[in-house]
């Protein structure tokens, strides 16, 4: 027992040292690559004399050499600090993630807790029932969730849900009632994926030699499915949890123009558009340091989900 929880520490320890290493690669890439896109941040701004861009540049250190830009924004974001955006006067970078991170992570919690549990049980019923008219039904869903786009169903949604029956409101960020439609044209991808996963690894799991053993020994269909079949399938799927946790936490720059949600997608698209180095950066970092921990913790929950997975 000692040496396992030694092993454990030990991993925990390089994981954790990757992931800083991982964390300073993404950061200096991103950073340099930033400066090398053509033109400036103020670029836009026709009205702008050539003595005021100048002044700007100057304001916002941009006009010093690239080396010392890099080790004055990394001093600054050793202390949390992802300064003032470019493009958005007096807003800094840390104030738009505080307000829009709350929102976008609202949203795509929402959407992942009904997505995936949705996904998984149409797989298994696919699965189960393969061949019969459930299995095709099932299979024709997920091909419409894949193939059109996500604006359509949301404007199909908006259209006959909110304007003809009038069940949940078209638009807007208010209260519960107002998420529901954002979530579920959010979901549908998830839902579609892991639906079309779970199915092809359930019948890829039917036809092992340990379900024909575990049906010898007398145990129920049910207990064959729970405890065999999807636990035994259910394990190359948590490979891809962690980025897709992270992605619909940043939040979706489609979703959130069509039902006007203040998340954090828009943002994203609009600083890339711009050459807002400081908000891309922040938000850059902001994203990877959730797709780090996620992907940490989905590493741990190997040796949960499967014993024979342990830390050597």
Not at 89 to 94: E, L, M, T
Not at 140 to 165: D, E, G, N, S, W
Not at 244 to 263: D, W
Not at 288 to 305: H, K, R, W
């Amino acid at each position: 027992m000692a040496k396992e929880w030694f092993l454990l520490r030990k991993y925990i320890l390089q994981r954790l040292v990757i992931s800083v290493v991982t964390l300073w690669l993404i950061v200096t890439v991103c950073f340099f690559l930033l400066r090398l896109l053509p033109g400036n941040p103020f670029a836009s701004t026709t009205l702008m004399t050539q003595e005021t861009l100048d002044r700007m540049m100057a304001y916002y250190g941009l006009d010093q050499p690239l080396w010392k830009q890099y080790l004055t924004y990394m001093g600054n974001l050793l202390k949390g600090d992802f300064g003032y955006s470019l493009k958005y006067a007096g807003r800094s970078v840390n104030y738009v993630i505080a307000s829009t991170f709350p929102v976008s992570a609202q949203l795509g919690l929402q959407a992942l807790a009904f997505g995936i549990p949705t996904g998984l049980l149409l797989g298994i019923l696919a699965a189960k029932l393969r061949g019969r008219a459930a299995d095709a039904g099932i299979n024709v869903f997920v091909i419409i969730c894949t193939a059109v786009p996500t604006f359509i169903i949301a404007a199909l949604l908006q259209y006959f849900l909110a304007l003809k029956l009038e069940l949940f409101p078209v638009a807007q960020w208010k209260s519960f009632a107002y998420t529901i439609l954002p979530t579920i044209c959010l979901s549908l991808g998830t839902v579609s994926g892991y639906a079309r996963s779970m199915r092809t690894l359930m019948l890829e799991v039917d036809r092992q030699d340990f379900l024909k053993t575990a049906k010898a020994k007398g145990l129920g269909p049910a207990r064959i499915v729970v405890f065999h079949q999807i636990r035994n399938a259910i394990i190359p799927m948590i490979t891809n949890l962690g980025t897709e946790i992270a992605g619909m936490l940043m939040g979706s720059y489609v979703i959130e123009k069509i039902f006007s949600i203040p998340g954090m997608g828009a943002y994203f698209v609009d600083s890339i558009n711009g050459l807002d180095y400081t908000m891309v950066m922040g938000l850059v970092i902001f994203q990877a340091v959730i797709v780090i921990g996620a992907n940490f913790v989905v590493d741990l929950l190997y040796g949960v989900i499967d014993p024979r997975i342990r830390v050597r």
